[in-house]
Structures are given as C-alpha cells and as structure tokens.
C-alpha cells in the first residue's frame, strides 16, 4: 500500500517529463527534413542526410567543432575542481560566521544573469572607460587593449568568469557531501596522529567522490553544449575564429535566417556526441571505480 502512494507521488514528474521532454523529440526528424512552417513537420519533404553532409563539408566546421571541445574543455579542467577545492578549503574553517560569510560572497553570483555579468565585463575591460584601465593608469601603465576583442585573450576571460559565477553554487553540493561524512572517522583520524592534510587526502577526499564522479559524468555529458548566453554577450566577430561555437552557428543559421532543418542537424549532431561522452564517461568510472571506492 506504502509503494502505491509513492508512485502516486513521482507520478506528476514523470507526465512533466513526458510531455515538456520526450513528446517533443519527434520534432527532430525535421533534421532529416526540408522543413517548411506552411506543410508543417509531417507535411515537408524528406532530404535525408542532406542536412548533415552540409554540416560536415562546411568550411566552418572544423573550427565550430574545435572551439566548443577546446572552450568545454577549458571550463572542465579549471572550472570543475574549483568548487571541490574551493569546499575542502572552507570545510576546514571554524569560525561558522566567516564561513558562511565567504560561502555567500561566492555563491551571490550565480544567481547574476549573464546578461547583467556581460554588461558588467564588458565596463570593466573597456580600453576607453573601464577600471581595469584606470587602476593601470594610476600604477602608471598604460593600458589600450581591448581584451574581449582579443583572440589571445577571449577564452581566459570565458573561464575565469565562469569560475567566477558558478563556483559558490557547486561549492554547496560538495560541502552537503562532506557534511555527511561520520565525524568518527576524523576522531580516530586524530587518534592517531593524522593532520588536517592527511584527514583530507584520506577521509575528506576519498568520501565525497562519487560525488565527485556523478558531477563529472553530467558535466562531461554537456561537453557539446557550450555556455551560449556567456559566450553569445561576450564575443564579436574579431574573435570568431575562437569564440565561434555549435550553439552560436545554431543561432546564426537557425534564427538569424530562418533555417531550422540544418540547425536542427547541428542540434542532432551534439546530442549524440553528448550521449557517447556520458555513456563512455559512465563506464569509465565503473571499471576504475570499484579500486578507488
């Protein structure tokens, strides 16, 4: 009788899956389609792999497919551990007033549109009027660069404000992790002569990892997906070459001319490459896992 209500209650959440998630995904087979709004989904003709044979011998799209691994990548290996560290850092501290001081400083951000974060960028690394170039003025250097239109530049900033706005925000799951955690452990930790370092490397660490495995599984499953707001706000065509990515093209070609068969090719294309990235990322951590848990 007990499961009986349970399943009542996961039942809505799986009719708002259904219907906002799976129903529409028969929309993609306009990916395969020459898709006209006039003869509708089912009414427009079907082109086959035109769509993507277009994709593959498009000129951009080498350097489409290498800025998104190159930008994802970037995010995942600087932007992924920053929030554990970031966690085992504030985990040590005892003093509860200024560590729930810092955990709100840090985690304020995400809760910042990118729109409000681009604008705010933007002001700040203006080769005109920004502060950046007033504090070099006032240290007597001169600054003249403009570092959003620069193709050296573009990807460090994307990465550091990225860290910047969602690292308090991870910071939280890691920091439920540890909380639960047996604080017997620390005692006989302690008990026999470990360190705050010793306690991390071999309690702290090794327990908050399948965590840790879960987060990168998903993480590694949007490795197609880059930020587009972030990117969208922040790049121009000066830093095409390595700010262009999937989502962006998609923008362009979806909306910006009203092509939505090829698109949506693209759009297949990622997903596919995201569902091999989370499968083979899956296995990888089962194999593996099982020595490290």
């Known amino acids: 009788m007990s499961e009986r209500y349970l399943y009542l209650m996961v039942l809505p959440a799986f009719i708002i ?5 799976y129903a529409p995904m028969y929309g993609a087979i306009i990916a395969f389609k020459n898709y006209n709004p006039l003869f509708g989904i089912m009414g427009s003709p079907w082109v086959g792999l035109e769509h993507f044979r277009k994709l593959w011998g498009n000129m951009f799209f080498q350097r489409i497919f290498v800025n998104t691994i190159s930008i994802s990548a970037l995010h995942i290996l600087w932007g992924f551990p920053a929030p554990i560290i970031l966690a085992l850092l504030l985990n040590e501290i005892k003093q509860k007033k200024f560590k729930r001081t810092v955990q709100t400083i840090t985690y304020l951000p995400h809760f910042l549109s990118w729109v409000i974060i681009g604008g705010f960028l933007i002001n700040l690394l203006s080769p005109t009027r920004g502060l950046v170039k007033s504090i070099s003025l006032f240290f007597g250097f001169t600054y003249d660069q403009a570092l959003l ?34 604080p017997q ?4 930790a302690s008990i026999d002569g470990a360190g705050r370092f010793r306690k991390i490397l071999s309690i702290t660490f090794p327990c908050i990892l399948p965590t840790i495995t879960i987060l990168l599984i998903l993480r590694m499953g949007g490795l197609m997906n880059s930020n587009f707001e972030q990117i969208f706000l922040l790049y121009n065509p000066t830093v095409y070459r390595v700010a262009d990515v999937f989502s962006t093209y998609v923008y362009r070609e979806g909306l910006g001319k009203a092509n939505y068969s090829y698109p949506s090719a693209i759009g297949l294309f990622q997903s596919s490459i995201n569902f091999t990235l989370i499968v083979l990322t899956n296995w990888v951590c089962r194999k593996f896992g099982r020595s490290m848990w």
């Open 149 to 182: 239109a620069s193709a050296t530049h573009f990807r460090t900033i994307l990465v550091a404000s990225g860290i910047w706005q969602g690292v308090g925000w991870g910071t939280i799951i890691y920091l439920a992790a540890i909380a639960a955690i047996d």
């Open 17 to 21: 899956l259904g219907v906002f998630c």
């Open 185 to 188: 452990l620390y005692e006989a």
